[in-house]
């Protein structure tokens, strides 16, 4: 997986990547349903943005793969993958 971990502003962007064979099937169900179960969560640092419609991460599978994209990085995947229980191991992050 490769995240950008860099300060948020209003025109970052952060993509991932991650096998599929490393996520069980609920955590593929909490990564496409990300924006509801974050906020149901409630974690004080994701909530204090005001989350908006535009902070939901775009996400696909493709080549045994799974990927996701943002425009506007207000939601904090790496946060919540970490909350799902992603082993930081097969987190590989870069750093623009």
């Given at each position: 997986?490769?995240?950008?971990?860099d300060?948020?502003?209003?025109?970052?962007?952060?993509?991932?990547?991650?096998?599929?064979?490393?996520?069980?099937?609920?955590?593929?169900?909490l990564?496409y349903?990300?924006f509801?179960?974050?906020?149901?969560?409630?974690?004080?640092?994701i909530?204090?943005?005001?989350?908006?419609?535009?902070d939901?991460?775009?996400?696909?599978?493709?080549?045994g793969?799974?990927?996701?994209?943002?425009?506007?990085?207000?939601?904090?995947?790496?946060?919540?993958l970490?909350?799902i229980?992603?082993?930081?191991?097969?987190?590989?992050?870069e750093r623009?």
């Open positions: 997986m490769k995240f950008k971990l300060f948020v502003t209003n025109s970052s962007s952060a993509s991932f990547i991650i096998a599929l064979d490393k996520l069980s099937q609920e955590q593929l169900i990564i349903n990300h509801s179960v974050g906020k149901l969560i409630k974690r004080k640092q909530m204090s943005y005001g989350l908006s419609d535009h939901e991460w775009l996400i696909w599978e493709d080549d793969k799974l990927n996701g994209a943002t425009s506007m990085d207000n939601f904090d995947m790496y946060w919540f970490q909350e229980g992603i082993p930081e191991e097969v987190i590989e992050y623009d």
